[in-house]
């Protein structure tokens, strides 16, 4: 190394140039506090305090952790025969079960046929490895 490779600058990694992106910086920051959220959550496959049919009551949402972990379930799931669910968010709703909100997706065939509403609360510990009942899960095991 010279004496003038000291005074070169390095150049910027997409890593650098991301995290001075304000919006990504955003986002991070939302992340982390819904990390911190789900500290206080469960860590169990279903909610001990969750009342009537696991994951189509909001009084018994299936438990993930973080948005994105519910998006990940959702991706694992299947209909009985194996075929991959089409999903989309419809809202939030509140829950005895849980202090945090919990959000409400409505669950498709690829055909178009609707097949549930499903409740997901994102805010616990890990995301659950239990299925509705109609449903099956695939590849579960890779996302905790």
């Known amino acids: 190394m010279g004496l003038f490779d000291i005074f070169?600058?390095?150049?910027?990694t997409a890593w650098d140039a991301l995290n001075e992106d304000p919006v990504f910086q955003q986002q991070k920051e939302l992340f982390e506090a819904m990390s911190l959220m789900c500290e206080?959550?469960?860590?169990?496959?279903?909610?001990p305090n969750g009342q009537g049919?696991?994951?189509?009551?909001?009084?018994?949402?299936?438990?993930?952790?973080t948005i994105f972990g519910?998006?990940?379930?959702?991706?694992c799931l299947r209909t009985p025969d194996g075929t991959k669910i089409v999903?989309?968010?419809?809202?939030?709703?509140?829950?005895?079960?849980?202090?945090?909100p919990v959000?409400?997706?409505?669950?498709?065939?690829?055909?178009g046929e609707k097949l549930a509403t499903l409740f997901i609360s994102p805010?616990?510990?890990?995301i659950s490895g239990k299925a509705p009942r109609g449903f099956k899960l695939?590849?579960?095991e890779l996302l905790n």
């Open 8 to 12: 070169r600058k390095k150049p910027k």
């Open 40 to 47: 206080d959550g469960v860590d169990a496959d279903e909610l």
């Open 53 to 65: 049919e696991f994951g189509v009551t909001p009084s018994n949402p299936i438990p993930c952790k």
């Open 70 to 75: 519910s998006t990940a379930y959702l991706g």
């Open 87 to 100: 999903y989309e968010r419809v809202g939030s709703f509140g829950s005895d079960a849980s202090p945090h």
């Open 103 to 111: 959000d409400a997706y409505e669950i498709s065939h690829p055909n």
């Open 123 to 126: 805010y616990q510990k890990r």
């Open 138 to 140: 695939a590849n579960i």
